[in-house]
């Protein structure tokens, strides 16, 4: 293994175990949540949280766009971003992507839950938010110290996915 893959492994195999830690963590020590019993409710509770998650997309569209406005590459066919601009971009345009799946994942997820359990889904987003941000930083400080939220938000949302997966699957 190269130095830069040890690198990218020990990122990604820390950003998973701190992703299982933290939902799991932040589950157990949340207030539960009001009695959420009709699909209606799960999805209202879901929506919210969801919109919660979209923060980092929201900072990474005005970041983008003011990178762009304030330099030469306000015309983005002339190819003159700065490093800093391509990265951002590259953020927001992963960012978009793990939020799809997040919130289909979590929308899945939030109907087929226990109403004891639903708090995982405030958990889920807790997670879902500093792992973006924490990918950001790590991106910004070298590409391969992105690897850390990167696994985060990946694991995070294949758990969610299989979760719901496996719910579906059970009746």
């Known amino acids: 293994m190269t130095h830069e893959q040890k690198t990218v492994?020990?990122?990604?195999?820390?950003g998973a175990l701190t992703m299982v830690a933290a939902v799991a963590?932040?589950?157990?020590i949340s207030a539960d949540t009001p009695a959420?019993?009709?699909?209606?409710?799960r999805l209202g509770?879901?929506?919210?949280?969801?919109?919660?998650?979209a923060i980092p997309l929201l900072v990474g569209t005005i970041t983008v766009a003011n990178n762009r406005f304030l330099s030469d590459a306000i015309d983005p066919t002339l190819h003159k971003e700065d490093q800093a601009t391509l990265i951002n971009g590259r953020v927001l345009d992963n960012?978009?992507?793990?939020?799809?799946?997040f919130v289909i994942g979590t929308l899945a997820l939030s109907v087929s839950l226990p109403a004891s359990q639903i708090k995982v889904i405030a958990a889920a987003t807790?997670?879902?938010i500093v792992a973006r941000f924490a990918f950001w930083v790590?991106?910004?400080?070298?590409?391969?110290?992105?690897a850390f939220g990167m696994a985060a938000t990946?694991?995070?949302n294949v758990g969610v996915l299989a979760w719901a997966g496996w719910n579906m699957l059970r009746g």
């Not at 492994?9 to 820390?14: D, L, P, R, T, W």
């Not at 960012?95 to 799946?101: A, E, F, G, I």
């Not at 790590?138 to 992105?146: E, K, M, N, S, V």
């Open 45 to 53: 509770y879901t929506l919210k949280a969801n919109a919660l998650a």
């Open 154 to 156: 990946m694991y995070l």
């Open 126 to 128: 807790i997670v879902f």
């Open 25 to 28: 963590g932040i589950s157990l």
């Open 138 to 146: 790590g991106y910004r400080i070298h590409p391969l110290y992105r």
């Open 95 to 101: 960012t978009l992507q793990q939020y799809v799946l």
């Open 36 to 41: 959420l019993s009709d699909i209606a409710g």
């Open 9 to 14: 492994a020990i990122g990604a195999a820390s």
